[in-house]
């Protein structure tokens, strides 16, 4: 005889609560990320990636939740935004996730990640 038996739903994979599992990408020197925390000051983004961004610690909270306005470039206005800040690291680095973007603002944040990870690529490329 046939019966139906329960299905369990199995999840592909389980993203953890506050770690960032994309692909990080690091700003170069000549064009910084620059990140500006309401109430603070402006500092040089250590990675950034879909959707989180490192930066210094500057007497910031673990837990915490700020304002903030994210410079992707030299092209590109500042935009709006919040930060979580998820752990403050061994190196005294803020490990965050990007809140309360828009639509465009995420598209700006992916295209930035996109370009870096090319120029990456087309650096490390071996020609024979």
């Not at 953890?16 to 402006?42: C, F, H, M, Q, S």
């Not at 909270?61 to 998820?86: M, N, Q, W």
Request: charged share 35%.
């Amino acid at each position: 005889m046939f019966w139906k038996k329960k299905k369990q739903e199995k999840k592909m994979f389980e993203a953890p609560e506050g770690n960032r599992g994309a692909y990080r990408v690091y700003p170069t020197d000549d064009e910084p990320i620059l990140v500006k925390i309401k109430g603070g000051k402006t500092s040089k983004a250590v990675d950034i990636c879909a959707g989180g961004i490192s930066f210094p610690n500057d007497d910031h909270e673990k837990g915490a939740t700020y304002e903030c306005k994210i410079k992707l470039s030299r092209d590109v206005e500042p935009f709006a935004a919040k930060v979580v800040i998820h752990k403050i690291d061994d190196t005294n680095i803020c490990r965050c996730s990007i809140t309360d973007t828009t639509d465009e603002q995420d598209d700006m944040v992916h295209h930035y990640v996109m370009e870096r990870q090319k120029e990456d690529i087309a650096k490390n490329k071996t020609k024979f």
